[in-house]
């Protein structure tokens, strides 16, 4: 933790965001105000409620060196030809009342349908055959709070922040952490960003790609439009019933381990009138059903499709960051109302779960042995835990060659 000391203004503060970091690390069973306000050894909860609330700290400078750590970290343990994904998605946290900054009713895919609650955008950094973890994050605020003067006050949204659907937060997301790998000079931080339909549906995220020479494995719907090469505009749907119908067109191949063992699946490309983009489509070997992706790589980039596939198949490790985050570390369990405080909350809790992701890394143990490690070190407590980083270091990593 010394890493981050220079974030905060003053003693105070920094020793009960230690606290606060270590008690979520813990196996105390609820990660709220008083539970960690006693974890930590306080008497009543408002140094921790000062802490997210109203202490003078600088929360996005954490999230650098959060997002620096994890970065270095895996990297350090990584083969040089493994792939680097930018892992899109988000998730809620149900809560009660109209209080709490960004409250609506809208889907949540924690409670599997409409609920009231916030959503948050999610960026997370997997690197393939050694670990992942969260390392950027944008809360989406409903338009109808940033234009009602009394709720924006009463929620703490900021008097400059401007309403953003939630490929616009995952565009603003891939800036912060590319401008951070940019000012070092060392390129660009992922292979391919991947996310699901929300994010390949956003014509914004995608340009912000293409125009950084990003490459992307982005999930499309049924109904998503494609140019092919001889200019015909059609839809993914109908590009299955009329240029995928011969069995040779399909090959199966693996989109990487899972709890049952690898995932094997019929895929297939299509090229387009882009010579880089493509379209990737998944069909299950069972149901048949069908998944598409919109893809794009960079001139000079690889692209194949085993590399594609492998891309596609990557994106899923943020799901487990997301429940790592809300099992063992309290993810879900902010207690606050106020825009800020949410954020802090926030970019504690993956400061606690990019410490976990790095020191099983460093362990060098196989992938299927990682989930049992997490969960048995947030049973010790940050003291056992490596805490030391430079929140000076921002090193990033260019693609393959």
């Not at 949540?108 to 960026?123: E, P």
């Not at 070092?184 to 549906?201: H, K, T």
């Not at 094997?264 to 009138?273: E, P, R």
Request: proline share 4%; hydrophobic share 40%; with cysteine.
């Amino acid at each position: 933790m010394e890493g981050i000391r220079g974030c905060f203004a003053r003693l105070q503060p920094w020793l009960t965001a230690l606290g606060y970091v270590r008690a979520v690390l813990s196996e105390v069973p609820k990660r709220n105000g008083w539970a960690i306000a006693e974890w930590i050894g306080h008497r009543t909860p408002d140094k921790v409620q000062r802490l997210l609330n109203r202490a003078c700290w600088d929360s996005g400078q954490v999230m650098r060196t959060v997002r620096a750590h994890v970065v270095q970290g895996l990297d350090a343990q990584a083969q040089a030809s493994s792939m680097r994904i930018g892992a899109l998605d988000e998730t809620g946290q149900e809560k009660k009342g109209q209080h709490t900054a960004g409250v609506k009713r809208q889907h949540m895919g924690c409670a599997d349908g409409v609920a009231n609650g916030i959503n948050t955008v999610h960026l997370s950094y997997v690197r393939g055959g050694v670990g992942h973890s969260l390392i950027g994050c944008e809360q989406w605020i409903p338009a109808e709070h940033l234009d009602d003067a009394a709720t924006a006050a009463r929620m703490g949204l900021p008097q400059d922040l401007e309403f953003a659907t939630k490929g616009q937060l995952a565009t603003r997301i891939l800036a912060q952490a590319q401008a951070q790998a940019q000012a070092q000079a060392e390129g660009v931080l992922f292979d391919f960003v991947c996310g699901d339909e929300v994010y390949g549906n956003s014509p914004g995220l995608r340009r912000y790609c293409e125009r950084e020479q990003q490459g992307y494995v982005l999930r499309v719907p049924a109904n998503f439009p494609v140019v092919l090469g001889e200019g015909t505009s059609t839809t993914c749907k109908q590009i299955v019933r009329t240029h995928l119908r011969q069995k040779k067109r399909w090959q199966i191949l693996s989109a990487g381990g899972g709890d049952k063992g690898q995932r094997y699946y019929a895929w297939a490309w299509v090229g387009t009138n882009s010579a880089q983009h493509w379209l990737l489509v998944r069909k299950h070997l069972t149901t048949g059903a069908l998944a598409y992706h919109l893809c794009f790589a960079a001139p000079g980039q690889p692209a194949t499709l085993r590399r594609l596939v492998n891309a596609a198949g990557m994106r899923w490790p943020i799901e487990e960051d997301f429940e790592f985050g809300k099992d063992l570390f309290g993810l879900d369990q902010a207690q606050v109302r106020l825009y800020g405080a949410i954020g802090r909350h926030t970019v504690l809790v993956m400061l606690a779960l990019a410490v976990c992701a790095v020191a099983v890394a460093r362990s060098s143990c196989s992938p299927a042995d990682q989930a049992a490690i997490r969960a048995a070190m947030s049973a010790h407590g940050a003291e056992e835990l490596p805490f030391s980083f430079s929140a000076s270091s921002t090193r990033s990593v260019a693609p393959d060659p």
